[in-house]
C-alpha cells in the first residue's frame, strides 16, 4: 500500500531477538501506507507531522498499543523519505528514532539507541489513489469561511480496509483509518491525523544516510 509515509519500527532488539517485533513494523507501515482514486495525487515533496494511535494483536496473542508523532518529509522527485518518531508502547515511556527510506536502492535505514539498523525497505513509493476506491462522502471539516473542503475515500487493500479523507485542495491527507488481517496474520486497528502539511522543495541534505549506517 503506498500514500502518505507513516512508518513505525517497534522495540527494536539485538542479538538473538533482533527484529522480533519487525512483523508489528512492517504491517504497520503497510496499513498507514495506503495507495491513493486517479483524480488526486498528493504533492511530490511535502513535509508535515502524523500523530498516529494504532492496536495490534499478533498470531500468537500478543497485544500492542502503539502512540506515536512522527515529523515527516517526503521527495517523490529523488524516490526518498524521512522520519523522525517518539513512540511509546503500552503506555511506557517514550523513545526516539528515525528512519531514512531509500526507494532507488530498495534499502531504509532505522537509527534508535545510537545503533543503525539496515533492512529493505517495508513499503511501496508514495503514489495516487487506487482506481477501485469509493467516494463515501463529500463534505467540509470546520465551519465557516475556514472550513475546509474534503472527500472520504474507503477502499480494501491487502485484507484492509481502509478510510482515508484528503483535502480537495492539493490532495493533501487529513486523516487515515484502517482495520483488518495483515498479511501475516495480525488483526490490526489504527487511524492516523495529518498536521502543519507544508508543499515545498526540500533541503535534499536531510535525506543524508548518516554516517553511522555506513559502518
Given at each position: 500500500m503506498?500514500?502518505f509515509?507513516i512508518?513505525l519500527?517497534?522495540?527494536?532488539?539485538?542479538?538473538?531477538?533482533v527484529?522480533?517485533?519487525?512483523?508489528?513494523?512492517?504491517?504497520?507501515l503497510l496499513?498507514?501506507?495506503?495507495?491513493l482514486?486517479l483524480?488526486?495525487c498528493?504533492?511530490?515533496?511535502?513535509?508535515?507531522?502524523?500523530y498516529?494511535?494504532s492496536?495490534?494483536?499478533?498470531?500468537?496473542g500478543?497485544?500492542?498499543?502503539?502512540?506515536?508523532?512522527?515529523d515527516t518529509?517526503?521527495?517523490?522527485?529523488?524516490r526518498?523519505?524521512?522520519v523522525?518518531?517518539?513512540?511509546?508502547?503500552?503506555g511506557?515511556?517514550?523513545?526516539?528514532?528515525?528512519?531514512y527510506?531509500?526507494?532507488?536502492?530498495g534499502?531504509?535505514y532505522?537509527?534508535?539507541g545510537?545503533?543503525?539498523?539496515?533492512?529493505n525497505?517495508?513499503?511501496?513509493e508514495?503514489?495516487?489513489?487506487?482506481?477501485?476506491?469509493?467516494?463515501?462522502?463529500e463534505?467540509?471539516?470546520g465551519s465557516?469561511k475556514?472550513?475546509?473542503?474534503?472527500?472520504?475515500?474507503?477502499?480494501?487493500?491487502?485484507?484492509l480496509?481502509?478510510?482515508?479523507?484528503?483535502?480537495?485542495?492539493?490532495?493533501i491527507?487529513?486523516?487515515?483509518?484502517?482495520?483488518g488481517?495483515t498479511?501475516?496474520g495480525?488483526d490490526?486497528k489504527?487511524a492516523?491525523?495529518y498536521?502543519?502539511?507544508?508543499v515545498a522543495?526540500?533541503?535534499?541534505?536531510i535525506?543524508d544516510i548518516?554516517s553511522i549506517?555506513m559502518?
Amino acid at each position: 500500500m503506498n500514500m502518505f509515509t507513516i512508518t513505525l519500527f517497534i522495540n527494536l532488539k539485538v542479538n538473538e531477538t533482533v527484529f522480533k517485533e519487525f512483523v508489528m513494523f512492517q504491517n504497520i507501515l503497510l496499513l498507514a501506507l495506503p495507495a491513493l482514486v486517479l483524480s488526486c495525487c498528493p504533492p511530490k515533496q511535502w513535509r508535515g507531522t502524523v500523530y498516529i494511535d494504532s492496536n495490534t494483536k499478533t498470531v500468537d496473542g500478543h497485544e500492542y498499543h502503539t502512540q506515536m508523532s512522527q515529523d515527516t518529509v517526503v521527495d517523490e522527485t529523488i524516490r526518498k523519505v524521512y522520519v523522525n518518531q517518539t513512540i511509546s508502547l503500552n503506555g511506557g515511556p517514550e523513545y526516539l528514532q528515525q528512519v531514512y527510506q531509500d526507494f532507488s536502492t530498495g534499502l531504509q535505514y532505522v537509527i534508535k539507541g545510537g545503533a543503525c539498523f539496515t533492512m529493505n525497505v517495508s513499503s511501496s513509493e508514495p503514489s495516487c489513489i487506487p482506481k477501485n476506491a469509493e467516494v463515501v462522502t463529500e463534505s467540509f471539516i470546520g465551519s465557516g469561511k475556514t472550513a475546509l473542503k474534503a472527500t472520504m475515500y474507503h477502499f480494501t487493500r491487502d485484507n484492509l480496509d481502509v478510510h482515508l479523507t484528503m483535502a480537495d485542495d492539493g490532495c493533501i491527507p487529513v486523516m487515515v483509518e484502517g482495520n483488518g488481517i495483515t498479511q501475516t496474520g495480525e488483526d490490526m486497528k489504527m487511524a492516523a491525523e495529518y498536521m502543519g502539511i507544508v508543499v515545498a522543495p526540500m533541503n535534499v541534505s536531510i535525506f543524508d544516510i548518516p554516517s553511522i549506517c555506513m559502518k
